[in-house]
C-alpha cells in the first residue's frame, strides 16, 4: 500500500513538473486600481519632515509590527530618493544607499526590503520637502518634490505622491500629482522583498495623476505560489515536492525532509 501511495505521488509530482514549466515566469497581477484617495499633509503636520536631498530618516520605529512578503518587520528607514527601506527591530542597520537606477539600488543590497514610492533622484532641497505620519494603524509616507534636472526651473517642478502601510500588510500608492519636463533616471514605484529577492513593479518612467493603487499580496488564482511572493519559480516547486514526497501529509510540524 506504501509503495501505490508513493508511486501516486510520483506521478503527481510530474505533472506538477510540466505544470511548473508553464508557470514559472508567471507573475500575479499584485496591484489593484482604485478609487483616487489622497492624505494630504504639509512639513508641519507630519511628525517629521526634511528637505534635504540625499536625506534618511534613520531606522525608526513602526508602532506596529507588519508581515508583508512572507517576512516581518517592525522599523522602517525613509529616505529622499523615494523609498521606504523596512527594518526588522532597532538593530537592523539600514543600507543608507542614495541616487542611481532600481538595479543598483537592488544590487546595494539584495536582502533588503523596499517600499519604492517612486524611486529617483529626487531634488528636494530648493523647493520640496518628504516626510512621515504615523498611525496606530498605518505609516504614510510623504513626497512633495522636485524631479532630478528640475531644480533649474523657476519656481520647483514639483511630484506629490505618497505610500502609506497598513498594519495588515496592504499598501496603498496614491499620486496626486507630477509636474516635470526632464527626467533620465528610473522613476520606479511598487515592492522589492530582499528575503525572496522579488521585484513586483507597479509604475516605471513616469508617474501617474489623480490615481491610487492598492496591494494586498497575490492573486488567488496563483495556488501555485507557495511562498507567497507573487511570483511562480522552482523554489515553490522543490518546497512543495519535498513535502509531497517525504510527508505524509502538508505543512506536518513532525516531518523533517
Given at each position: 500500500m506504501?509503495?501505490?501511495?508513493?508511486?501516486?505521488?510520483?506521478?503527481?509530482?510530474?505533472?506538477?513538473?510540466?505544470?511548473?514549466?508553464?508557470?514559472?515566469?508567471?507573475?500575479?497581477?499584485?496591484?489593484?486600481?482604485?478609487?483616487?484617495?489622497?492624505?494630504?499633509?504639509?512639513?508641519?503636520?507630519?511628525?517629521?519632515?526634511?528637505?534635504?536631498?540625499?536625506?534618511?530618516?534613520?531606522?525608526?520605529?513602526?508602532?506596529?509590527?507588519?508581515t508583508?512578503?512572507?517576512?516581518?518587520?517592525?522599523?522602517?528607514?525613509?529616505?529622499?530618493?523615494?523609498?521606504?527601506?523596512?527594518?526588522?527591530?532597532?538593530?537592523?542597520?539600514?543600507?543608507?544607499?542614495?541616487?542611481?537606477?532600481?538595479?543598483?539600488?537592488?544590487?546595494?543590497?539584495?536582502?533588503?526590503?523596499?517600499?519604492?514610492?517612486?524611486?529617483?533622484?529626487?531634488?528636494?532641497?530648493?523647493?520640496?520637502?518628504?516626510?512621515?505620519?504615523?498611525?496606530?494603524?498605518?505609516?504614510?509616507?510623504?513626497?512633495?518634490?522636485?524631479?532630478?534636472?528640475?531644480?533649474?526651473?523657476?519656481?520647483?517642478?514639483?511630484?506629490?505622491?505618497?505610500?502609506?502601510?497598513?498594519?495588515?500588510?496592504?499598501?496603498?500608492?496614491?499620486?496626486?500629482?507630477?509636474?516635470?519636463?526632464?527626467?533620465?533616471?528610473?522613476?520606479?514605484?511598487?515592492?522589492?522583498?530582499?528575503?525572496?529577492?522579488?521585484?513586483?513593479e507597479?509604475?516605471?518612467?513616469?508617474?501617474?495623476?489623480?490615481?491610487s493603487?492598492?496591494?494586498?499580496?497575490?492573486?488567488?488564482?496563483?495556488?501555485?505560489?507557495?511562498?507567497?511572493?507573487?511570483?511562480?519559480n522552482?523554489?515553490?516547486?522543490?518546497?512543495?515536492?519535498?513535502?509531497?514526497?517525504?510527508?505524509?501529509?502538508l505543512?506536518?510540524?513532525?516531518?523533517?525532509p
Amino acid at each position: 500500500m506504501k509503495t501505490l501511495t508513493m508511486t501516486i505521488k510520483a506521478i503527481f509530482v510530474t505533472f506538477l513538473v510540466l505544470l511548473f514549466a508553464i508557470a514559472t515566469s508567471v507573475r500575479a497581477s499584485s496591484f489593484r486600481q482604485q478609487a483616487f484617495e489622497f492624505e494630504d499633509y504639509n512639513d508641519i503636520t507630519l511628525e517629521w519632515a526634511d528637505s534635504c536631498d540625499y536625506g534618511f530618516a534613520g531606522s525608526t520605529a513602526l508602532g506596529f509590527s507588519v508581515t508583508i512578503g512572507g517576512a516581518s518587520y517592525s522599523y522602517f528607514d525613509m529616505s529622499s530618493d523615494g523609498y521606504i527601506e523596512l527594518l526588522t527591530d532597532a538593530g537592523d542597520l539600514p543600507t543608507g544607499y542614495g541616487w542611481g537606477s532600481i538595479s543598483e539600488l537592488i544590487s546595494f543590497d539584495s536582502s533588503a526590503t523596499y517600499l519604492l514610492a517612486a524611486y529617483d533622484d529626487l531634488m528636494s532641497l530648493v523647493y520640496g520637502y518628504y516626510g512621515y505620519k504615523l498611525f496606530p494603524d498605518r505609516a504614510v509616507f510623504y513626497y512633495d518634490t522636485e524631479t532630478y534636472k528640475d531644480d533649474s526651473v523657476a519656481g520647483g517642478q514639483l511630484n506629490n505622491f505618497e505610500v502609506i502601510l497598513y498594519d495588515d500588510g496592504n499598501v496603498q500608492w496614491n499620486f496626486n500629482y507630477a509636474y516635470y519636463r526632464y527626467f533620465d533616471d528610473d522613476l520606479f514605484s511598487g515592492l522589492y522583498f530582499g528575503n525572496t529577492q522579488t521585484l513586483l513593479e507597479l509604475t516605471r518612467y513616469h508617474i501617474p495623476e489623480q490615481k491610487s493603487y492598492l496591494y494586498s499580496g497575490c492573486d488567488d488564482w496563483l495556488t501555485l505560489d507557495f511562498n507567497n511572493d507573487c511570483f511562480v519559480n522552482w523554489a515553490d516547486f522543490e518546497n512543495f515536492a519535498d513535502q509531497w514526497l517525504k510527508c505524509a501529509e502538508l505543512n506536518d510540524p513532525n516531518c523533517q525532509p
